[in-house]
Each structure stands twice: as structure tokens, then as C-alpha cells.
């Protein structure tokens, strides 16, 4: 069975400083992996997601992530926090059971002026 | 607007009394699934359907029912519910991708607190 693990629970940033939020997954095959990100209050909105081809894929709101294979790792990444980046951020990856996504527990990022 | 509703958003209730949340898509999507997210937990999908009248169990499906008898709507029941039902619920759907992924459609969630 798939599982994913986000070792960090809650990460606090200073405003315009650089950020990695941290996802490892266990899974058979080669994976489908995404970012969701929920702002409070809120449903999940996709960030970016990976199927194949170049490892490293861009999403929305300046957010990149990096596949890496030999690592079972999928990190976000992005240059520069804004405050508005403050939320919480899932990772998930696509299971057996056509569509069904397995998601980690989330990392809540609180973002310093 | 393309979108995933639920209803209601906000419900308190008391142990035993049967609820039913209600979701509904306009996207003419196949496939839909509900998850409850608890803190440290993430999302874990309850049930699941792939189209009317196929139904079946997700990762933690104990306490809870579902039909599909439309393909729009994809109703959440509970017959009983019990206080470690106390959680954030999300309806989601996309279309069947046949093997290959299609972007899942969240709705804005429902809070439910059982006393």
C-alpha cells in the first residue's frame, strides 16, 4: 500500500526568505505525486503535480517541485515567501484504486513579516 | 462555474442522530470520493464512487454510508454518529481518467462536530 510521510509539521519562515517543505512516499510503481495547498477556512487547491518526464515541475503561485527517485522524495520548494504562502500544504500521491489519492499529514507554514 | 458544492458547511449534532451531507458536481464527473481530514492525519478518503450506482470502501469507511444514484450526487450518510466522527469533510471529483490522472475537484468542506 502507498503512504506518504511529511516529517514536518509546522515550519515558520520569514517573509521573503526561501522555502522547502519536505514529502516522502512509499509506493510499488512509479508514482503520481501533487502538492495541495489549503489556505484556512478553505478546500485544497493543486499546486503541481508530477506523471513522468522532467523531474522538476513548476506550479502556481511561484512553487516548483523536485522528484527524486533514489530519495522517494518529492519537495516543494519556492524562492521567496510571501505572506499570503501562509497555509497548509499536502502531499499526495495517486494509489491503486484508480483516482484514490493518498495524502500525508500536512505541513503548516506560518510566514514572519 | 465549474465547482463542487457541499452542504452544509457548518453542523453540530448529537450522538446517534442520522445526518446526511450533501455533494453535488457540475462537471459532469464520472468519479467522486469523500475524505475526512483529522489534524496530523491529512486527508483519508472515506468512500468512493466511479460512477452511478458503484460504490466502494475507501481507507476508513467504518460509520458511514454512501449512494449514487445520480451522477452529479454523492450524499454522505451517517446512520449513527459518534463523537470520533467529529471531523473536517471534503467531497472531491474528477473524470475517469482510464489510467491516467485527471485534476480531483474539492469542494469547500464541511465541519461536523458530534457531541
Known amino acids: 500500500a502507498q503512504s506518504v510521510t511529511q516529517p514536518d509539521i509546522h515550519i515558520t519562515v520569514s517573509e521573503g526568505a526561501s522555502l522547502e517543505l519536505r514529502c516522502n512516499y512509499s509506493?510499488?510503481?512509479?508514482?503520481?505525486l501533487f502538492w495541495y495547498v489549503q489556505s484556512p477556512g478553505q478546500g485544497l487547491q493543486l499546486l503541481l503535480k508530477?506523471?513522468?518526464?522532467?523531474?522538476l515541475v513548476q506550479g502556481i503561485k511561484g512553487f516548483e517541485a523536485e522528484f527524486k527517485r533514489s530519495q522517494s522524495s518529492f519537495n516543494l520548494r519556492k524562492p521567496s515567501v510571501h505572506w499570503s504562502d501562509a497555509a497548509e500544504y499536502f502531499c499526495?500521491?495517486?494509489?491503486?484504486?484508480?483516482?484514490?489519492?493518498?495524502f500525508g499529514g500536512g505541513t503548516r507554514l506560518m510566514v514572519k513579516p | 462555474e465549474a465547482q463542487v458544492t457541499q452542504n452544509p458547511r457548518y453542523l453540530i449534532t448529537v450522538t446517534g442522530k442520522k445526518l446526511t451531507v450533501t455533494c453535488s458536481q457540475n462537471?459532469?464527473?464520472?468519479?467522486m470520493s469523500w475524505y475526512r481530514q483529522d489534524p496530523g492525519l491529512g486527508l483519508r478518503q472515506i468512500y468512493y464512487?466511479?460512477?452511478?450506482?458503484?460504490?466502494d470502501k475507501g481507507d476508513v469507511p467504518e460509520g458511514y454510508k454512501v449512494s449514487r444514484k445520480e451522477k452529479r450526487n454523492f450524499p454522505l450518510i451517517l446512520e449513527s454518529p459518534s463523537p470520533n466522527q467529529t471531523s473536517l469533510y471534503f467531497c472531491?471529483?474528477?473524470?475517469?481518467?482510464?489510467?491516467?490522472?485527471?485534476?480531483?475537484?474539492f469542494g469547500p468542506g464541511t465541519r461536523l462536530t458530534v457531541l
Open positions: 509506493y510499488g510503481a512509479t508514482p503520481y
Open positions: 499526495a500521491v495517486e494509489g491503486n484504486a484508480g483516482n484514490m489519492l493518498t
Open positions: 462537471m459532469n464527473h464520472e468519479y
Open positions: 472531491a471529483s474528477t473524470t475517469d481518467g482510464g489510467g491516467t490522472y485527471n485534476e480531483q475537484f
Open positions: 464512487s466511479m460512477n452511478v450506482e458503484v460504490t
Open positions: 508530477y506523471f513522468s518526464g522532467d523531474t
